[in-house]
């Protein structure tokens, strides 16, 4: 079985589901099964990851069935772009200009919700933080923007088993998606995404070092944040 891409026209239906390119011409679908409560498949700029929507505790749950990940495993979310952040998170406190230097990009930053945040509370109960992705992935980004509000992001991979860089990776879990979007073989390996805890005034923690350390730990400290130490 093979299709390509870069044909809008091309859709590839099987007993798994259906595959379609990661193209903005297929938005409307994407959109519709994400307010449906469904999870879909998409690229990122990492791995591919399964999303769904971020405030519907059905399709929350629905992806920790899929992944067989432990409820106490917290998901991150995914916005469209950096100014909608703050609809979610406390970000009043960081240094101007810190997360568009960040993001879009392969980084998940950690925050505090705040009081003012319109994340639903059934999304990883109990924690008073959120970690936020803006991939720069265009698909992914226009599909957040088509929703309008957060997609609960977390790698398409069963838990604890190797991170997906091909569609064919998860194959076995295509069945449990209303949409597979193929944007082909990623060329990120599988590190995943850099965490960095962002929740202290003036520092930093990273949490993993991923596939941009190096990067986000030198804009970290252009703005002028130092590293969170472990006291002893």
């Not at 026209?9 to 099964?33: F, I, Q, R, W």
């Not at 899929?66 to 469209?80: D, N």
Request: proline share 5%; charged share 25%.
């Amino acid at each position: 079985m093979s299709w390509n891409c870069d044909k809008n026209d091309v859709t590839v239906e099987n007993k798994c589901g259906v595959v379609l390119p990661a193209s903005e011409s297929y938005l409307e679908e994407a959109c519709e099964a994400l307010r449906a409560g469904k999870v879909i498949a998409v690229p990122t700029d990492t791995l591919y990851g399964f999303a769904c929507d971020a405030c519907s505790l059905e399709a929350v749950n629905r992806i920790y069935e899929i992944k067989g990940r432990k409820h106490t495993s917290p998901l991150a979310i995914c916005v469209g772009d950096v100014l909608e952040i703050k609809r979610f998170a406390n970000t009043e406190h960081l240094p101007n200009g810190l997360l568009e230097s960040l993001l879009p990009g392969p980084v998940t930053v950690v925050l505090k919700r705040g009081e003012s945040s319109i994340l639903e509370k059934s999304l990883n109960p109990g924690l008073d933080s959120i970690g936020v992705r803006v991939p720069d992935y265009d698909f992914i980004r226009v599909v957040a923007h088509g929703l309008g509000s957060a997609l609960a992001l977390t790698s398409a991979n069963p838990s604890g088993q190797p991170s997906s860089v091909s569609i064919k990776d998860f194959e076995n879990l295509w069945e449990h998606c209303a949409y597979v979007y193929d944007g082909g073989e990623l060329p990120s390996g599988r590190a995943g995404s850099t965490v960095v805890d962002l929740t202290k005034i003036g520092k930093y923690k990273i949490l993993r070092p991923g596939s941009a350390e190096a990067e986000t730990v030198a804009i970290l400290k252009r703005h002028s944040l130092e590293e969170e130490t472990t006291a002893t």
